[in-house]
């Protein structure tokens, strides 16, 4: 079965660092589309960043451009997410996603959530104080 597991958030003060992790089992990454999306209380799910299977397209949300990362390792079977400079508008509960693309593209002109099929448990980033 695919299962997402992913860690790395904590809490952070601003201008700070994070680096999240996803490990893809029962699939092999390289060959889905990958996303990043992030959540917080009462409002929608942002696509953050997403990159196209094999390494393809990235794209990122105007908020995090020259701040944050998305890159994977295929051979470990991970990505991540490298976030930098943090501010505390970034605060949320951030999820991976992946998408074989037997569909619709999902990492097109902004990563959509309805069209990526597995998601990770979610880690929390705190950005304070």
């Known amino acids: 079965q695919v299962r997402l597991v992913e860690s790395g958030g904590g809490e952070v003060q601003p201008g700070g660092s994070l680096r999240l992790s996803c490990v893809g089992s029962?699939?092999?990454?390289?060959?889905?589309?990958i996303a990043w999306f992030r959540q917080v209380p009462g409002k929608e799910r942002e696509g953050v960043s997403c990159?196209?299977?094999?390494?393809?397209?990235?794209l990122y949300a105007d908020s995090v451009k020259g701040r944050f990362t998305i890159s994977r390792d295929k051979d470990r079977n991970t990505f991540f997410l490298q976030m930098n400079d943090l501010k505390p508008e970034d605060t949320a509960v951030y999820y991976c996603a992946v998408d074989p693309v037997k569909g619709p593209e999902p990492c097109y002109i902004r990563p959509t959530a309805e069209d990526f099929s597995y998601w990770g448990q979610g880690t929390q980033v705190t950005v304070s104080s």
């Open positions: 990159m196209r299977r094999g390494g393809g397209s990235t």
């Open positions: 029962g699939f092999f990454l390289n060959y889905y589309s």
